[in-house]
């Protein structure tokens, strides 16, 4: 009857203890799922703050472009208003020397119409000067000279300019070459007017006569070594070079590098450097752009003078000079899709451009990034540049140097706590060995854990019971019961035990895979990226061997002088 | 007119100089300091520093001290603060070797394998002196100057 019993008790105990072993494994399974779903969840929440984040950078950006597409306007209407009758006037300028070759406008027409712009355009430097050049047409010398007088009274320069051209376009080369010679007395090199750069067209599209070529060379030279002697100014433009260098950085690399950028530390100063020897194709790019194929000019030297005359008398005015800052910096944030910061770097490059006066160098600087106001001709900017190139070396040199400074030397490489360095992923049978003797630790570190949370307790209980049964036999079914009770849970405890120990051999199994495949990846891609990095690295010395091929006199136009060649 | 950038100046010589044999220069700072450590190497400076890598330097103290009187005779108006820490340079002995130094302070120089740090602040001119299209970087208190072959210099802001 008491083995019934006792029977009928352990059959309860053991189904109950089976029901609570599911019990604990649906428990298990739960934690799992919810731990998923956090995992899940975490990620959703990264990838909904990251889209919120760009939504609000792409909001104020799209602001920024509406508000600043407005400005322009404003800013465009604000021009035309104040300085519109400025362009009538201008356009006078060619007008008369053209009119004045075909000879079918009266001279009384030309008179009226430069005297009206005199009374339209108080203190217009141009207004004087085109009644002075109306009245040279018409002989007569006396009103001529006090308008010229006048016209250079409002700007000397730029007068003095427009008459070494006009005197060249009509064939009078010792006028040309006295007007000439009267400009450079005029200037300082280390405050120019921006109009300078027209002196510099004007050799890059031929139409200076021998004795006035002569006379620029001697000028220029003069200009350049007397700046090469002054601390500072040279190092100003050298880090304006640099600068615009450095911001011909792509935004992102060409070639992408996951395992790099999932497990290496160094990833950041990776791609850093890979942006930076990235400049070598860019810059490089742009330079053979900028001298590759010939630089087509008319034939006809009236044709080049007018063009110089034209930009002369549109381009270079102080007065609106507010007003184009304004413009150009609204065009910039246009330009760059609403991002005011990339916009105010851009401009702080090309702010140079806009300042009333400035070094020769720094003019030389500005036409050769083509910046500032109107558009200069590819011949232009190819002397400017070649003018310009001793420290456009220096800068771009500085360029490198840098990015060379910054390339990692030793890449770090971390997978789960497994962290490891590599040079140029030659090392791949080390870094392997050494994962897997860092996972080998890792699995027997946990086996011992396991070994340790063991305790045999159950065992030693029931068989505590079992000598208590013998010696006790009036509770001898009780203590029966409890050993049996005691030795099936510590059997449980063994097969669960035995089920974590295959758990654990499965996931150190696939962590060795795994961390196995990652190391090779990362060799591989290591190994690709310093080639990356050395042929790009390599592109530099190219590129500077092309720069110091550049030079200055061949960049210089040939005259359009029926039979007369420049040789710089 | 142009004005030549190093010209020792009489007036601002001082009265009881005893210069009569070697003419005191006018230290160098800022702006005029910069653009003299970037002018160009000379010849014989170039083919002193060239023998860093004879392979010998590292024993030969004298070789070492003649390197750093090169050095000091290149840029006869810099003070001493105002030399360079050391020169680092690929060091062409082979591996375990990547670099050498020549302390200009200490006048000896060590080579140091791939990975073993330099002392100072001349870790941080490595990664451009591996760079097999330098001849050697001079190592600054904040600039890294690295020379050419050519000794056309290049300078990094560290």
Same mark, same amino acid.
């Given at each position: 009857?008491?083995?019934?019993?006792?029977?009928?008790? $352990?059959?309860?105990?053991?189904?109950?203890?089976?029901?609570?072993?599911?019990?604990?494994?649906?428990?298990?399974?739960?934690?799992?799922?919810?731990?998923?779903?956090?995992?899940?969840?975490?990620?959703?929440?990264?990838?909904?703050?990251?889209?919120?984040?760009?939504?609000?950078?792409?909001?104020?950006?799209?602001?920024?472009?509406?508000?600043?597409?407005?400005?322009?306007?404003?800013?465009?209407?604000?021009?035309?208003?104040? +300085?519109?009758?400025?362009?009538?006037?201008?356009?006078?300028?060619?007008?008369?020397?053209?009119?004045?070759?075909?000879?079918?406008?009266?001279?009384?027409?030309?008179?009226?119409?430069?005297?009206?712009?005199?009374?339209?355009?108080?203190?217009?430097?141009?207004?004087?000067?085109?009644?002075?050049?109306?009245?040279?047409?018409?002989? @007569?010398?006396?009103?001529?000279?006090?308008?010229?007088?006048?016209?250079?009274?409002?700007?000397?320069?730029?007068?003095?300019?427009?008459?070494?051209?006009?005197?060249?376009?009509?064939?009078?080369?010792?006028?040309?070459?006295?007007?000439?010679?009267?400009?450079?007395?005029?200037?300082?090199?280390?405050?120019?007017?921006?109009?300078?750069?027209?002196?510099? =067209?004007?050799?890059?599209?031929?139409?200076?006569?021998?004795?006035?070529?002569?006379?620029?060379?001697?000028?220029?030279?003069?200009?350049?070594?007397?700046?090469?002697?002054?601390?500072?100014?040279?190092?100003?433009?050298?880090?304006?070079?640099?600068?615009?260098?450095?911001?011909?950085? $792509?935004?992102?690399?060409?070639?992408?590098?996951?395992?790099?950028?999932?497990?290496?530390?160094?990833?950041? *100063?990776?791609?850093?450097?890979?942006?930076?020897?990235?400049?070598?194709?860019?810059?490089?790019?742009?330079?053979?752009?900028?001298?590759?194929?010939?630089?087509?000019?008319?034939?006809?030297?009236?044709?080049?003078? =007018?063009?110089?005359?034209?930009?002369?008398?549109?381009? +270079?005015?102080?007065?609106?000079?507010?007003?184009?800052?304004?413009? *150009?910096?609204?065009?910039?944030?246009?330009?760059?899709?609403?991002?005011?910061?990339?916009?105010?770097?851009?401009?702080?490059?090309?702010?140079?451009?806009?300042?009333?006066?400035?070094?020769?160098?720094?003019?030389?600087?500005?036409?050769?990034?083509?910046?500032?106001?109107?558009?200069?001709?590819?011949?232009?900017?190819?002397?400017?540049?070649?003018?310009?190139?001793?420290?456009?070396?220096?800068?771009?040199?500085?360029?490198?140097?840098?990015?060379?400074?910054?390339?990692?030397?030793?890449?770090?490489?971390?997978?789960?706590?497994?962290?490891?360095?590599?040079?140029?992923?030659?090392?791949?049978?080390?870094?392997?060995? =050494?994962?897997?003797?860092?996972?080998?630790?890792?699995?027997?570190?946990?086996?011992?854990?396991?070994?340790?949370?063991?305790?045999?307790?159950?065992?030693?209980?029931?068989?505590?019971?079992?000598?208590?049964?013998?010696?006790?036999?009036?509770?001898?079914?009780?203590?029966?019961?409890?050993?049996?009770?005691?030795?099936?849970?510590?059997?449980?405890?063994?097969?669960?035990?035995?089920?974590?120990?295959? *758990?654990?051999?499965?996931? +150190? !199994?696939?962590?060795?895979?795994?961390? !196995?495949?990652?190391?090779?990846?990362?060799?591989?891609?290591?190994?690709?990226?310093?080639?990356?990095?050395?042929?790009?690295?390599?592109?530099?010395?190219? &590129?500077?061997?092309?720069?110091?091929?550049?030079?200055?006199?061949?960049?210089?136009?040939?005259?359009? =002088?029926?039979?007369?060649?420049?040789?710089? | 007119?142009?004005?030549?950038? $190093?010209?020792?100046?009489?007036?601002?010589?001082?009265?009881?100089?005893?210069?009569?044999?070697?003419?005191?220069? @006018?230290?160098?700072?800022?702006?005029?300091?910069?653009?003299?450590?970037?002018?160009?190497?000379?010849?014989?400076?170039?083919?002193?520093?060239?023998?860093?890598?004879?392979?010998?330097?590292?024993?030969?103290?004298?070789? !070492?001290?003649?390197?750093?009187?090169?050095? *000091?005779?290149?840029?006869?108006?810099?003070?001493?603060?105002?030399?360079?820490?050391?020169?680092?340079?690929?060091?062409?002995?082979?591996?375990?070797?990547?670099?050498?130094?020549?302390?200009?302070?200490?006048?000896?120089?060590?080579?140091?394998?791939?990975?073993?740090?330099?002392?100072?602040?001349?870790?941080?001119?490595?990664?451009?002196?591996?760079?097999?299209? +330098?001849?050697?970087?001079?190592?600054?208190?904040?600039?890294?100057?690295?020379?050419?072959?050519?000794?056309?210099?290049? &300078?990094?802001?560290?």
């Amino acid at each position: 009857m008491s083995n019934l019993v006792a029977d009928s008790l $352990l059959a309860g105990i053991s189904a109950k203890l089976v029901h609570v072993s599911n019990e604990i494994r649906a428990l298990s399974a739960n934690v799992q799922s919810i731990e998923q779903a956090s995992a899940s969840l975490q990620i959703q929440l990264t990838s909904l703050t990251a889209d919120f984040h760009q939504f609000v950078q792409h909001d104020a950006a799209h602001k920024e472009m509406a508000i600043s597409e407005t400005r322009l306007v404003r800013v465009r209407q604000q021009l035309e208003t104040e +300085y519109g009758f400025y362009a009538e006037i201008r356009r006078r300028a060619t007008g008369i020397l053209q009119a004045s070759d075909l000879a079918i406008v009266r001279q009384e027409t030309m008179r009226s119409s430069t005297e009206e712009a005199m009374i339209n355009a108080p203190g217009y430097w141009l207004a004087p000067a085109l009644v002075a050049l109306s009245a040279w047409i018409a002989d @007569k010398r006396e009103l001529a000279q006090k308008a010229l007088l006048e016209a250079m009274r409002r700007d000397d320069c730029k007068t003095s300019l427009l008459m070494t051209l006009v005197c060249r376009r009509l064939g009078r080369h010792d006028a040309s070459r006295a007007w000439l010679v009267r400009y450079f007395a005029l200037q300082d090199p280390f405050k120019l007017d921006r109009d300078v750069i027209v002196l510099v =067209d004007a050799l890059a599209s031929g139409v200076f006569g021998a004795a006035s070529l002569a006379k620029s060379h001697e000028a220029i030279a003069a200009w350049l070594s007397e700046i090469g002697n002054r601390v500072g100014v040279i190092e100003e433009q050298r880090a304006r070079w640099s600068a615009a260098i450095q911001g011909m950085r $792509l935004a992102a690399p060409s070639s992408h590098y996951p395992y790099l950028e999932k497990y290496s530390p160094t990833w950041p *100063r990776l791609r850093d450097g890979l942006l930076g020897v990235g400049i070598n194709g860019t810059f490089g790019d742009k330079v053979s752009q900028m001298f590759g194929g010939e630089v087509v000019l008319s034939p006809r030297l009236v044709e080049r003078v =007018d063009g110089l005359v034209d930009g002369l008398v549109t381009n +270079y005015d102080d007065k609106e000079l507010p007003l184009r800052r304004q413009e *150009r910096r609204l065009e910039l944030v246009i330009e760059s899709g609403g991002d005011r910061a990339k916009a105010d770097a851009r401009f702080a490059v090309e702010n140079e451009a806009y300042v009333e006066q400035s070094s020769f160098i720094a003019v030389l600087t500005n036409a050769a990034m083509g910046i500032g106001v109107g558009d200069l001709s590819r011949a232009t900017q190819r002397l400017a540049f070649a003018l310009s190139v001793a420290w456009i070396i220096e800068a771009y040199d500085d360029v490198v140097a840098d990015v060379r400074a910054k390339q990692p030397g030793t890449i770090d490489l971390a997978i789960d706590d497994w962290a490891g360095t590599t040079t140029d992923g030659g090392n791949e049978t080390a870094l392997l060995g =050494d994962v897997e003797d860092h996972i080998n630790a890792r699995e027997t570190a946990d086996y011992a854990r396991l070994n340790a949370m063991t305790f045999w307790w159950p065992a030693v209980v029931a068989g505590v019971c079992v000598v208590l049964a013998i010696v006790n036999r009036s509770a001898l079914t009780l203590w029966l019961v409890l050993a049996v009770l005691f030795g099936v849970g510590q059997g449980i405890k063994y097969v669960m035990r035995i089920n974590t120990m295959k *758990r654990l051999r499965a996931h +150190y !199994a696939s962590r060795r895979e795994a961390g !196995a495949s990652i190391v090779k990846a990362l060799c591989a891609e290591v190994v690709d990226l310093r080639e990356e990095v050395t042929c790009e690295d390599a592109r530099a010395e190219s &590129v500077r061997t092309m720069l110091t091929e550049i030079r200055s006199g061949e960049h210089v136009g040939a005259t359009a =002088d029926p039979g007369r060649r420049i040789v710089a | 007119m142009p004005r030549p950038l $190093l010209r020792p100046s009489t007036s601002e010589a001082p009265l009881t100089s005893s210069s009569a044999t070697a003419p005191k220069l @006018k230290a160098l700072t800022g702006d005029a300091l910069t653009a003299r450590l970037r002018v160009k190497r000379s010849a014989a400076y170039m083919a002193e520093l060239a023998k860093l890598d004879a392979g010998t330097h590292g024993i030969n103290r004298e070789a !070492a001290l003649a390197l750093v009187d090169a050095v *000091r005779a290149e840029f006869p108006e810099l003070t001493m603060d105002q030399l360079p820490l050391g020169i680092v340079a690929k060091c062409y002995l082979g591996e375990p070797f990547e670099v050498h130094i020549l302390d200009i302070a200490g006048g000896i120089v060590t080579h140091y394998r791939r990975g073993e740090p330099m002392p100072g602040g001349l870790e941080k001119a490595r990664s451009i002196a591996v760079n097999p299209y +330098y001849a050697f970087v001079e190592v600054y208190a904040t600039t890294v100057r690295a020379v050419r072959a050519d000794g056309s210099v290049t &300078v990094t802001e560290i």
